[in-house]
């Protein structure tokens, strides 16, 4: 059963990261990140984006919640 990737941080690691996990469907079903900048890269390769502080308690919370992976 695939899997839900959360990923603390948007940038381009996170980028090459949603970029490796979207070649893994059987793996990977999604790809959540946390960024505080809009549209930040790791949304612009097909991760869904929450949009927040990295020392957000409850942005950090809400990631966990809909992740089963979390990095």
């Keep these: 059963m695939a899997k839900i990737l959360g990923i603390i941080g948007g940038g381009q690691l996170g980028m090459m990261i949603t970029e490796a996990a979207k070649k893994m469907p059987g793996e ?3 790809i959540i990140v946390l960024d505080p900048t ?3 890269p790791a949304s612009q390769v097909g ?3 929450i949009i ?3 020392k957000d308690k409850d942005a950090i919370i ?6 089963d992976i979390l990095s």
């Design 47 to 49: 991760a869904t984006q």
């Design 62 to 67: 809400e990631l966990a919640n809909k992740s």
């Design 38 to 40: 809009e549209n930040c």
């Design 52 to 54: 927040g502080d990295f």
């Design 28 to 30: 990977i079903s999604e």
